[in-house]
């Protein structure tokens, strides 16, 4: 069965678009731990990151920068926070967020709370950064 990330890659479930190659997507988190929480994901199902060809991961990674780059362009903060977890979906993913202090990193808590007006304004602006 395909990752919800596969579905997404595929147009059959909807996202907010930040970028996209032949190889990547980058996309706003629907459940973000601050304003801009961008997952950065391969289009080809891979479940471990660690199972990505060295190029592959390479590339992810280069991607994933350029895509940072913009949300720090948009979204005010200190930096862009970079984890891979690998636990919540089985398809290699990146999470970009923007923080400025290192408990805005804390995966569980609530999710800021965004309406999909704001999520598609702000996809749209980072986008433009790109």
């Known amino acids: 069965m395909a990752s919800i ?5 595929r147009g059959e ?3 907010y678009k930040i970028a996209e190659t032949e190889a990547f997507l980058a996309f706003l988190d629907v459940r973000p731990l601050a304003k801009g ?3 950065v994901i391969p289009k ?3 479940n471990y990151v660690f199972d990505l060809e060295d190029a592959h991961l390479s590339a992810l990674m280069v991607f994933a920068k350029k ?3 913009a949300i720090e362009a948009e ?3 200190q930096r862009i926070g970079l984890s891979v977890i690998g636990l919540e979906v089985p398809h290699t993913h990146v999470h970009l967020v923007p923080i400025n202090q290192i408990s805005d990193m804390t995966f569980g ?3 800021v709370p965004m309406t999909q007006e704001e999520m598609a304004d702000l996809a749209a602006r980072i986008a433009a950064r790109m």
């Open 5 to 9: 990330f596969t579905r997404i890659v």
């Open 13 to 15: 479930i909807p996202c």
């Open 37 to 39: 929480h961008t997952l």
């Open 44 to 46: 080809e199902e891979i």
């Open 67 to 69: 895509v940072a780059r």
């Open 75 to 77: 979204v005010p903060c």
């Open 109 to 111: 808590r609530e999710p």
